[in-house]
T-cell receptor, first 116, second 119 residues
Framework: AQKVTQAQTEISVVEKEDVTLDCVYE???????LFWYKQPPSGELVFLIR??????QNEISGRYSWNFQKSTSSFNFTITASQVVDSAVYFC?????????????FGTGTRLTIIP | KAGVTQTPRYLIKTRGQQVTLSCSPI?????VSWYQQTPGQGLQFLFE???????NKGNFPGRFSGRQFSNSRSEMNVSTLELGDSALYLC??????????????????FGAGTRLSVL
């Protein structure tokens, strides 16, 4: 069975502070993909990043960075110098590509509020 | 390129009625998946369609059904609505290319959802 845990339900930080969103996953598969999505108030899930299980390199995209550690089954997401536009609910998700289908298993999400 | 389009955006129904939601995927995408999002259960997978065939199904009662047309557009239907069916229903599409070893290596792109309220 697959499971994604986002222990932080809600986080509030003051603008320009750095913030890290935690994601811990469980899977028996050796091949899998991890994702982060952002859900603004409009409701649409916006794709942020995909990482496969064989690539543990950290990734940086502007103010966003991701730290993937297989040893701790974690895929954490850091926003540097946060901005009010970063306020949203963020979801971590897991997919088993060998299942032959597209099913994503989501965490419960972390609501991030950036205080101006 | 247009994104995933879901219609309608909002729906209000009463218990016992049925409802049909529509999803138009990104052009060229052949896979369409549906998810239900509620405050209590979070995001849950309903089903996925690929080339007009249901490829996977989540743990939902038979009142939830779907289909996919030859142009990849998909509909989902909920019959005999219950109060607990009130939710945001999200549709996602992907190219669904098969990579090495039969793995499905794709990114799913989501629509803005249909918010269903059952009174």
């Amino acid at each position: 069975a697959q499971k994604v845990t986002q222990a932080q339900t809600e986080i509030s930080v003051v603008e320009k502070e750095d913030v890290t969103l935690d994601c811990v996953y469980e899977t028996r598969d050796t091949t899998y993909y991890l994702f982060w999505y952002k859900q603004p108030p409009s409701g649409e899930l916006v794709f942020l990043i995909r990482r496969n299980s064989f690539d543990e390199q950290n990734e940086i995209s502007g103010r966003y960075s991701w730290n993937f550690q297989k040893s701790t089954s974690s895929f954490n997401f850091t926003i540097t110098a946060s901005q009010v536009v970063d306020s949203a609910v963020y979801f971590c998700a897991l997919k088993n590509p060998r299942s032959g289908n597209e099913k994503l298993t989501f965490g419960t999400g972390t609501r991030l509020t950036i205080i101006p | 390129k247009a994104g995933v389009t879901q219609t309608p955006r909002y729906l209000i129904k009463t218990r016992g009625q049925q409802v049909t939601l529509s999803c138009s995927p990104i052009s060229g995408h052949r896979s369409v998946s549906w998810y239900q999002q509620t405050p209590g259960q979070g995001l849950q997978f309903l089903f996925e369609y690929f080339s007009e065939t249901q490829r996977n199904k989540g743990n939902f009662p038979g009142r939830f059904s779907g289909r996919q047309f030859s142009n990849s557009r998909s509909e989902m239907n909920v019959s005999t609505l219950e109060l607990g069916d009130s939710a945001l229903y999200l549709c996602a599409s992907s190219v669904s290319l098969i990579g090495g070893g039969g793995t499905v290596q794709n990114i799913q792109y989501f629509g803005a959802g249909t918010r269903l309220s059952v009174l």
